[in-house]
């Protein structure tokens, strides 16, 4: 994983720092100019690295540090807890809670992992012994629902769609309520991620979420998105009320650093992350242990 690397420049930067012979606002600043490079180098959204910088050494201040303090010490761990609360909003992400029927809605542009990350999050809670159904509302592209159906055979899970409805809203609708009545513990909406306009689409999030009432939206995003990933994590969320974030492609040559940032324009936990094309190539995401492996 590409991330790895920027994990090894920010230890790079911390271990020069340790080896100044004194660790002085100088030493401080040499060694952020060198972490926020490696983070904008990541693709990780400008704003957000500044803020991490002016944030470390707000914490540090490190002029007023008692004397006999492991000041390398002090910056480490600002460091890391920056990072941490950079991938970690104030929000917690949605629980599913057994005995009813949580209606999860995924939305994200088309080719960004949607339909294969709906069957993986499907698969992975149906291992936690919940009964999940997955939904094709996507009627824009030809063979959406094939994929959908196809997946889901494979998984074990059931599904709905229709090849002949053509209003999206209605068919999550009618999907829900029936899984509803079926009493599925688990239904998974899965939604188109293009349209003629780009407008129409999120106009048709619109009418999906107020169709099916969501307990909570899930915004997905490749890792491989660079700097533009927070716009359009940003155009999202100002269009329906997403609450958690799952990055995928994590395995390739993603940089990652800009998937991140959909954390910040969502103000949404990341809850998983996608390592491969296989349906359980999926990780369960938690901000303290991520950046603890970044930093090894
Ligand atoms: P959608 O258009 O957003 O629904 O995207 P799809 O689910 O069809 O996925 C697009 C492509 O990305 C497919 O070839 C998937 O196998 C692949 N893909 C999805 N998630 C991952 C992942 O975590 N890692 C890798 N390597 N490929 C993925």
Known sequence: MVLAELGSKINHALRNMGTASVVDEQALDACLKEIATALIQAD???KMVKQLRDNVKRQVQIEDLAAGLNKKRVIEKAVFSELC?????????????????NVVMFVGLQGNGKT???????YANK???????????DTFRAGAFDQLKQNCTKAGIPFYGSYTET?????????VDRFRQEKYDLIIVDTSGRHKQEDAL????REIEEAVQPDCIVFVIDGSVG???????????????????IVTKLDGHAKGGGALSAVAATDSPIIYIGTGEHIDQFEHFEA????????G
């Open 167 to 175: 209003d999206p809203a209605a068919i999550a609708q009618a999907g």
């Open 288 to 295: 303290k242990s991520f950046v603890s492996r970044l930093l």
């Open 116 to 122: 294969t990350t709906c069957t993986k999050y499907a």
């Open 44 to 46: 990780v959204n400008i």
């Open 202 to 205: 999120f106009e048709e999030m």
């Open 127 to 137: 291992r936690k012994g919940y009964r999940p159904a997955m939904i094709c509302a």
């Open 85 to 101: 609360s950079m991938l970690d909003p104030s929000t917690e992400p949605y629980e599913l809670k057994k005995g009813k029927s």
């Open 227 to 245: 700097q533009a990933a927070y716009d359009q994590a940003l155009a999202f969320k100002k269009t329906v009320p997403v609450g958690a974030v």
